[in-house]
């Protein structure tokens, strides 16, 4: 039996996840990955059948936000109490701080490019302000824009030249060109949404946009003009961030902060983030 596309269930079980679940990421073997597993200060592992588990402890208070792989296999994750991004060996677990600036509000949400490249959002609720940074491969922390709204969902273009941020208490997303070296320019607001907000998002491999509409409860498909062309009903209104997985790359997670727990639907075509894979050689 085929699972019908954009209808979701229940994937984990309800309050397996604090209030704080975010993240979410897979790796190339199918395992997905999100913060605050049954406590704060976790990193927890969802086998593609389902079995929860706690996979790392941060150190030093570290709180966890948006998660990431690169070509390598390393994953990286926001971590906002400390202003890191942090740097995993899935093999040996060993935590690394990769990139950090005490100019940081709270890292928040991350997205890689093909190059290896990380763009965070920082967002300051308290202010309703936001910035973006950049870190490269070296570890190099880079400010590419400041005063802006309440930076959250963040993600690189299937091609690779475009990234899209969103504000939250605004409920904007916005879309820069974005060249080879990580530099942004020409920015364009994509799509004003009129209510609710919005947190974390990924792109297909067609360039359409999954976001999470917090507060609404769905997930909102938007083409790479800037319009709405579906919503997905989820159970809950609170959606913090959705990743892209499964064998063919159609499954689509999302975190759900208000029921703790993980939510899934099929999609009609992969994530960006499946295609890295191929492009990376790891699938």
């Excluded at 570290?62 to 390393?74: D, P, Q």
Aim: charge should be negative; aromatic fraction near 10%.
């Amino acid at each position: 039996m085929v699972d019908e596309c954009f209808v979701a269930r229940q994937f984990t079980e309800k309050g397996g996840f604090t209030s704080g679940i975010e993240g979410p990421a897979c790796d190339q073997y199918g395992n997905l990955y999100a913060v605050n597993f049954a406590r704060q200060h976790t990193i927890g592992k969802v086998t593609p059948d389902g079995k929860t588990s706690v996979f790392i402890e941060l150190p030093n208070g570290s709180i966890g936000n948006g998660i990431r792989f690169n070509s390598e296999g390393y994953m990286f994750i926001a971590d906002y109490t400390n202003h890191n991004v942090l740097k995993v060996d899935m093999d040996t677990m060993g935590i690394s701080v990769y990139g950090h600036d005490t100019r940081m509000n709270q890292p928040n949400d991350i997205a890689i490019g093909k190059n290896g490249i990380i763009y965070a959002s920082d967002p300051n609720w308290g202010e309703s302000t936001g910035q973006i940074w950049r870190v490269d491969t070296d570890g190099t922390v880079t400010l590419l824009e400041t005063d802006m709204g309440t930076t959250n969902g963040i993600e690189v273009s299937p091609d690779g030249k475009r990234l899209y941020v969103n504000e939250s208490v605004q409920r904007n997303i916005w879309v820069y060109d974005l060249s080879n070296n990580g530099n942004i320019r020409n920015k364009k607001l994509l799509i004003q949404f009129p209510n609710f907000g919005m947190d974390g998002m990924r792109c297909d491999i067609e360039g359409n946009i999954l976001v999470t509409r917090h507060g609404k409860g769905t997930i909102a498909k938007v083409s790479p003009t800037g319009d709405v062309t579906l919503e997905v009903e989820l159970e809950g209104e609170h959606c913090t961030n959705i990743a892209f997985g499964g064998s063919d790359g159609r499954t689509c997670y999302v975190t759900m902060a208000d029921l703790g727990n993980i939510q899934v639907f099929r999609s009609d075509v992969p994530g960006r983030s499946w295609q890295l894979f191929k492009d990376w050689g790891l699938l």
